[in-house]
């Protein structure tokens, strides 16, 4: 019974057990997932009274739609509605709520995966598995509410139904994703659509004939739902796309070059399968149709200023399908004389990947000190008197880096994310602790500090790499409030 589990379904629990260990060692969320996060949380504990939402106050540059938490927070909900019966902290909402997206994206995962395993063999599925699983972003950001991570399921099935040779409905995925998820998903669904008419895998009359109906109807889906959440008709990635692309503002966010993705954001999100997808590409001509669309959603993306990794997360499972084509060649030839070269070569960089992959899970596990911060007030931070509301005040830097609605705790405490606040106005409020990047602020004494991934430093001896860490969030105590004051705090050194 036990084999045939494994044999069904090993590889899933090999790779679902990695990404729930991410979850349960980092369960905190950055700026970049806060409004699906924050309207999952929405969704779950104020459901239909909308004047409550977290996005009425805090809306962001550009509206993003809400059909991704929406399905999220359902498939969840019972699990919530159980830990609140419980009186479990709202962490553990968060918890749930990232393991459901987690098992969605790694649902469709299993679906290109079988129909690798199908048209390559099982040979290439088994290292398809094994690069994915000593890679570090893919399984730490498919369970985390990225609009990124929500687009890579329909790519994913798009790439299962491309394998298959179920065209149209591969298209039709891209289109869904496009509409309501992501609008730069028209960067390879483009391409996509290029090359299947160039090689005349498709009809074209017989496209428009089963996309445009697709691309109205997810057209339609978002405006209908997301008008209601926003409370005015819209379609948030029409606006997405006139702010990034036609507006061109993106890039006051920050500008790389444009070959970084290709020179850092891939050898980072690859690593061994980096030169190993090169090598794949060159060795069998069967994966040239899969990965030609994939690199040229890269270099298109690359025309943009502003660059993330997340934005090219979706290129990521097609190259590991190429590496891993090319490390079935060099195992299965790892017994001819320059074969076996590679194969050391292959072995050392999967132990290299595997290195890199630690160090930046130790990294990411000290990147999110304002939630640790809140986390540790709320042990030491409570008062006798169980009457008083302690407001706790949370700065745009703390806000960005851990700190979510899920991480909030019931009376008495209250918190507050008023912005333009200066250092000086602090002092003529009434909030009861400070979560700020500042060190000193007058009128509040610094209660305690918490340290954060600064950089990697090399040096001598073992290890060889070490993580500098250095106090990112200090937590600050009102002077006037003396039983605050009487507490045995550390301070800020």
């Known amino acids: 019974m036990a084999s045939k589990f494994l044999q069904l379904y090993g590889y899933d629990f090999l790779l679902g057990s990695i990404a729930a ?27 239909h009274h909308l004047e409550n939402y977290d996005h009425k106050e805090f809306p962001g540059v550009v509206p993003r739609t809400f059909i991704g938490a929406l399905l999220v927070s359902i498939l969840a909900s ?17 918890i749930a709520v990232r393991m459901v997206l987690g098992c969605i994206i790694l649902c469709t995962l299993r679906f290109f995966r079988l129909q690798i395993r199908k048209k390559f063999g099982y040979q290439v599925e088994a290292f398809f598995v094994i690069l994915t699983a000593i890679q570090f972003h893919l399984l730490f950001y ?44 028209l960067l390879l669904l483009c391409p996509l659509g290029v090359e299947l008419l160039l090689t005349k895998s498709l009809s074209l009359l017989k496209a428009l004939k089963y996309c445009i109906p697709v691309a109205v109807l997810c057209i339609g889906l978002t405006v209908a739902i997301d008008s209601i959440f926003w409370k005015r008709f819209l379609w948030p990635e029409f606006e997405v796309f006139w702010f990034n692309s036609v507006l061109n ?20 999100s690859l690593l061994a399968a980096y030169p190993l997808f090169m090598l794949g590409f060159i060795l069998d001509r069967r994966v040239w149709p899969f990965v030609l669309p994939v690199l040229s959603f890269v270099i298109l993306y690359s025309k943009l200023a502003h660059k993330e990794l997340r934005f090219i997360i979706s290129s990521v499972p097609v190259l590991n399908l ?67 509301e302690l407001w706790v005040h949370i700065d745009p830097f703390s806000a960005m880096n851990g700190i979510s609605l899920f991480c909030e705790d019931d009376f008495p405490w209250r918190y507050s994310k008023e912005e333009g606040i200066t250092l000086k106005e602090f002092g003529h409020r009434n909030f009861t602790y400070l979560i700020n990047e500042h060190s000193a602020i007058d009128g509040f004494k610094c209660l305690f500090s918490v340290n954060g991934f600064s950089r990697i430093r090399l040096q001598p001896g073992f290890p060889p790499i070490l993580l500098v860490k250095e106090p990112k969030v200090y937590v600050h105590g009102n002077m006037k409030n003396k039983e605050v004051m009487g507490k045995n705090w550390p301070g800020c050194s």
């Open 21 to 47: 260990f991410y979850v349960f060692m980092v369960p905190y969320t950055k700026v970049e997932e806060s409004f699906n996060v924050q309207a999952m949380h929405d969704i779950l504990y104020h459901r």
């Open 322 to 388: 190429s590496a891993a084509i090319a490390a079935s060649r060099i195992y299965n030839n790892r017994k001819k004389s320059l074969w076996k070269i590679f194969n050391l070569i292959m072995l050392g960089l999967l132990l290299i990947s595997l290195g890199c992959t630690i160090i930046t899970f130790k990294a990411s596990y000290e990147n999110y000190p304002s939630a640790y911060a809140l986390k540790k007030l709320h042990n030491v931070g409570g008062i006798a008197n169980k009457s008083d």
């Open 249 to 268: 503002r993106s890039s006051e966010w920050g500008t790389h070059s444009f070959h970084w993705y290709f020179t850092s954001a891939l050898p980072r």
């Open 142 to 185: 498919c369970t985390r509410g990225l609009p990124n991570i929500l687009a890579l399921g329909a790519v994913n099935l798009a790439y299962g139904l491309w394998l298959e040779g179920s065209i149209y409905a591969a298209l039709n995925c891209l289109i869904f994703a496009t509409i309501i998820f992501r609008c730069d998903i």
């Open 78 to 94: 019972p699990v919530v509605f159980t830990m609140s019966l419980l009186h479990l902290p709202k962490l553990y909402s968060l």
